[in-house]
């Protein structure tokens, strides 16, 4: 009997002993290919050496110095790494523990940067519906996961929600990609114009949409317009990418293949690979210089930001991927990939729709392709794949809720950059396995 407080409190979870590149093993010594890095995590598998030396080198120097008394030389050289990289206008990086808390700080100096310039009615945050930004309260706020925010409503703060870039269903058949695009990002200045400019401190959303659509990204033109609606009515832009940046999408981060600069980019997951807890918020050099000539302080902490075995970590992440060209591989065996679950799943009766970037691709699960009609959610597709997928030996990535936060099924593929072309065809072999598994026990 564990003492453990799982997050699902009736599931019995085996025991993860050791992990070697893209596999994890457990007690029973039973091998499983991560491909979904847990939930986008761990981008360079598992047991890496350079990471593991660059941990315990930083453990000799020092574990923890706190960032009100001190900075260290990782979060420095982080620092330096990520700025040399981000889009244009984007020098300066406050270092967390996670998404979450990179998304609560981004919130947090959104609200702060109009206060410094006396603008305190700008107070209010739009978003998408389907989106995720974090499960802590102003996250969850923030994000569009009806499911995850039910319970606690009555404890968010309100927060205008429009449509998402959701070509497979919202797309009308007289419409072009491009059309499409522009109308649903001309939702955001409709909502701003209804809500009074100067009532909106900025947008948020997810350049690829990732645990709650399952790898949907936008159209063609639809972030330079929405650039351009956010600069005409001085409401700051923050993208989300702390599932499908770092790499994941084959450019270091998401944002550089839509031609645009956000004013705040929140990252975590692949920034550590899971090698320690970190996240990231970096921000324009306008909102750091209204703080830093106002005020001259952040209202906003943790504990443990900055710190240096968290960032030795990163940086040696980040350095690897550098050094092995690997972001080249996840262009390479991302289109492998699609390739090949296009041709295993491209007419598959369950499957709705294949999409994605790099190695971030997601399938939508229906029960009827013509139609779209998902399957009814107390059928659970998507936790019955879960499972059959894990007795096949495969970790992904599959939710429920994709449609509107209670109907809908889709999986999440986002294996590690150190994929092989074998690990492709090893991938799709397992959940062919598990989705004919799935679908023989529901007849």
């Not at 351009?228 to 270091?252: A, F, K, P, Y």
């Not at 001259?296 to 992440?317: E, I, R, W």
């Not at 699960?365 to 779209?372: A, M, S």
Request: hydrophobic share 40%.
């Amino acid at each position: 009997m564990s003492n453990v407080f799982h997050r699902a409190l009736k599931t019995k979870y085996p025991t993860a002993v050791s992990g070697d590149g893209a596999y994890i093993l457990d007690t029973d010594g039973k091998q499983y290919l991560d491909a979904c890095g847990g939930a986008a995590v761990s981008c360079l598998g598992h047991s890496n050496p350079d990471v593991s030396k660059a941990i315990k080198d930083q453990l000799d120097d020092i574990a923890f110095a706190h960032s009100g008394f001190f900075t260290n030389q990782p979060m420095e050289e982080l620092a330096d790494f990520l700025v040399e990289r981000a889009p244009k206008n984007l020098d300066k990086v406050y270092f967390v523990s996670g998404g979450s808390e990179a998304v609560e700080a981004a919130l947090k100096i959104a609200r702060q940067y109009f206060v410094e310039r006396g603008e305190t009615s700008k107070a209010r945050f739009i978003s998408r519906r389907q989106s995720y930004h974090g499960n802590t309260l102003g996250a969850l706020s923030a994000g569009g996961n009806e499911w995850r925010k039910e319970p606690y409503k009555p404890l968010l703060m309100p927060v205008k929600l429009i449509s998402p870039c959701y070509a497979y269903r919202d797309r009308r058949e007289t419409e072009s990609e491009f059309d499409f695009g522009q109308r649903v990002a001309n939702e955001l200045e409709a909502a701003i114009l209804e809500a009074g400019a100067e009532n909106i401190c900025a947008f948020i959303c997810e350049p690829v949409v990732g645990a709650t659509l399952g790898a949907v990204p936008a159209v063609p033109g639809y972030f330079k317009r929405i650039r351009e609606i956010c600069d005409t009515h001085d409401v700051l832009l923050i993208l989300d990418e702390v599932m499908c940046g770092m790499g994941r999408t084959g450019s270091l981060f998401a944002v550089e293949q839509e031609g645009i600069s956000p004013d705040i980019l929140v990252t975590a997951k692949g920034l550590g690979a899971g090698y320690q807890p970190i996240g990231a918020m970096m921000v324009s050099k306008s909102i750091y210089e209204t703080i830093l000539e106002g005020s001259g302080f952040f209202q906003h902490g943790h504990t443990y930001m900055g710190h240096p075995l968290a960032c030795a970590a990163s940086l040696a992440v980040q350095k690897y991927i550098t050094k092995h060209k690997l972001l080249e591989n996840v262009v390479s065996r991302g289109a492998e990939l699609a390739d090949a679950l296009r041709s295993e799943f491209g007419q598959h009766p369950y499957i709705g729709d294949i999409r994605g970037r790099g190695l971030f691709q997601g399938l939508e699960i229906v029960q009827d392709r013509t139609t779209k009609d998902p399957f009814d959610p107390a059928l659970k597709i998507h936790s019955k794949i879960k499972s059959a997928a894990m007795d096949a030996g495969l970790m992904c990535y599959p939710m429920g809720g994709t449609v509107d936060g209670r109907q809908g099924d889709h999986i999440l593929i986002a294996p590690p950059f150190i994929l092989t072309s074998d690990q492709v065809g090893e991938i799709v072999g397992k959940l062919k396995c598990a989705l004919d598994a799935t679908f023989t026990n529901l007849q």
